[in-house]
T-cell receptor, first 112, second 108 residues
Framework: DTAVSQTPKYLVTQMGNDKSIKCEQN?????MYWYKQDSKKFLKIMFS???????INETVPNRFSPKSPDKAHLNLHINSLELGDSAVYFC???????????FGPGTRLTVL | DAKTTQPPSMDCAEGRAANLPCNHS???????VYWYRQIHSQGPQYIIH???NNETNEMASLIITEDRKSSTLILPHATLRDTAVYYC?????????FGAGTTVTVRA
């Protein structure tokens, strides 16, 4: 009965490849988010979707594209992976914008 | 663009109260104070939030000064499982901006 789940947990890939990370929440929340935690452990928001519509798009390269097929899912597609994309990516969701956000376990992406 | 200042680390004895300070001297009237924590290799976990009044839930208490320029998160009876990085965040929207936080180590 995991609240926010992500797959895969670990992802190792070569530079230039395209990869996707999936996120699902079973909390019935309207808003979902993607965060990136870099090697210095700073956690920064990348995207936010509310009812399947994009409401935040921080200064993220357009190689990153979120896709929300429905309210319960927010997937992250990354094209032409670069070394600097190596990080832990966290998905989160909340009932209304802001308030208490529930985070997934994270996906550790390593680009070689 | 950090709006909060926290000590980088602190130790706490198991079973004792842990008091985590946070300075947010530039907080505006409609901004909330949120606390999250991140246990090693896990996603951040919401703890508590408040606007003006002190708040308490099953995890912790939040004490906000009258001028709202600082706050203290209190873990009443710290356990080894409370060892984590604790983040104090000030925001009035859904964009949570995590700083370096305070690394809290609870020792037996």
């Amino acid at each position: 009965d995991t609240a926010v789940s992500q797959t895969p947990k670990y992802l190792v890939t070569q530079m230039g490849n395209d990869k996707s990370i999936k996120c699902e929440q079973n909390l019935g929340h309207d808003t979902m988010y993607w965060y990136k935690q870099d090697s210095k452990k700073f956690l920064k928001i990348m995207f936010s979707y509310n009812n399947k519509e994009l409401i935040i798009n921080e200064t993220v390269p357009n190689r990153f594209s979120p896709k929300s097929p429905d309210k319960a899912h927010l997937n992250l597609h990354i094209n032409s992976l670069e070394l600097g994309d190596s990080a832990v990516y966290f998905c989160a969701s909340s009932q209304v914008r802001g308030l208490e956000q529930f985070f997934g376990p994270g996906t550790r992406l390593t680009v070689l | 663009d950090a709006k909060t200042t926290q000590p980088p680390s602190m130790d706490c004895a198991e079973g004792r109260a842990a008091n985590l300070p946070c300075n947010h001297s530039t907080i505006s009237g409609n901004e909330y104070v949120y606390w999250y924590r991140q246990i090693h290799s896990q996603g951040p976990q919401y703890i508590i939030h408040g606007l003006k009044n002190n708040e308490t839930n099953e995890m912790a208490s939040l004490i906000i000064t009258e001028d709202r320029k600082s706050s203290t998160l209190i873990l009443p009876h710290a356990t080894l499982r409370d060892t984590a990085v604790y983040y104090c965040i000030v925001t009035n929207d859904y964009k949570l901006s995590f700083g370096a936080g305070t690394t809290v180590t609870v020792r037996a």
